[in-house]
């Protein structure tokens, strides 16, 4: 099990930036399939941003365009730059992870009910 602890989220105004953190507990780099996933009120979850123990990366049609995942594989950290925010982006986050033997070649089209490991979340709040 992956302990991940996310920061960063806060309140902006819309076209505004924001950059979450997910610190992981352990070595995920080389052996998860890592994810941002976000649900506001009232909806479903939502994956926005898929990173692969490869380095592919995946986007919601929603963000793409706009937001970025990386990922520091000394820190074990996996980051979301948010760029050109906008009112419907306002949510809470959460990093989300799974071994990636347990996706067989999945992971950049993952269902955010497959993910096994996720965040305490953290929210971000976009105003017009």
């Not at 306002?90 to 992870?97: E, G, K, L, N, S």
């Amino acid at each position: 099990q992956v302990q991940l602890v996310e920061s960063g989220g806060g309140s902006v105004q819309a076209g505004g930036s924001l950059r979450l953190s997910c610190a992981a507990s352990g070595d995920t780099a080389s052996t998860h399939c890592m994810g941002w996933v976000r649900q506001a009120p009232g909806k479903e979850r939502e994956r926005v941003a898929g990173f692969a123990a490869n380095g592919g990366t995946s986007y919601a049609d929603s963000v793409k365009g706009r937001f970025t995942v990386s990922q520091d594989n000394a820190k074990n950290t996996l980051y979301l730059q948010m760029t050109s925010l906008k009112p419907e982006d306002t949510a809470v986050y959460y990093c989300a992870a799974v071994p990636s033997r347990f996706v067989a070649g999945r992971c950049l089209l993952l269902p955010p009910g497959e993910y096994l490991d996720w965040g305490q979340g953290t929210q971000v709040t976009v105003s017009s």
